[in-house]
């Protein structure tokens, strides 16, 4: 079995991405009525769902400003340097942000966790948004090879040209 080398990981802005969207959801929805709906598989967009996905919303969608943006890259380079990962390609845009993060001893799951509570809590302290900022869950995948790396991290550096930055706008420390 390959090793892992790497991880993708997408996080949306609260309510940015709901399960119903047309471009697809994983995330489960939930009705008064008829509870969860097929929770945790792959879903095509549903205006149903999306309707159910909006009425459980208690905030407003968040779209990160540049101050935010900044606080969740300076908090993120914190976590970096209080890991055994490093930051291999990073785009935070008001929308969501990709992480390219290498390999981890620890559980990635948990790891991402612990970036979105440490990013949520400096943008509740150092900014007047107080509701969340992240969506539950997240999008994460496993890299395993260093062709897919690359190409994944020419993706990320895209999304960062795309909205007017340099390709590496934020400091790269090492890749695997």
Not at 34 to 59: C, F, L, N
Not at 147 to 173: C, D, F, L, M
Request: proline residues 6%.
């Amino acid at each position: 079995m390959p090793s892992t080398i790497g991880y993708h990981i997408v996080i949306a802005g609260y309510g940015l991405w709901l399960p119903g969207d047309d471009r697809g959801s994983w995330s489960e929805a939930w009705d008064e009525q008829i509870g969860y709906s097929q929770p945790h598989t792959v879903h095509d967009g549903d205006p149903v769902r999306k309707r159910m996905a909006q009425e459980r919303m208690r905030h407003a969608p968040v779209r990160l400003d540049d101050a935010m943006i900044q606080i969740v890259v300076e908090t993120v380079r914190r976590c970096e340097s209080a890991s055994d990962w490093s930051i291999a390609a990073a785009s935070v845009e008001p929308t969501h942000s990709h992480l390219l993060l290498t390999y981890t001893r620890c559980d990635i799951d948990n790891t991402v966790k612990w970036i979105k509570d440490r990013t949520t809590k400096a943008i509740r302290r150092e900014t007047n948004h107080q509701g969340p900022v992240w969506c539950k869950g997240k999008w994460r995948s496993f890299m395993f090879d260093d062709q897919v790396w690359s190409k994944t991290a020419a993706y990320i550096e895209r999304h960062n040209i795309r909205h007017g930055e340099p390709a590496q706008p934020y400091p790269i420390i090492t890749t695997p």
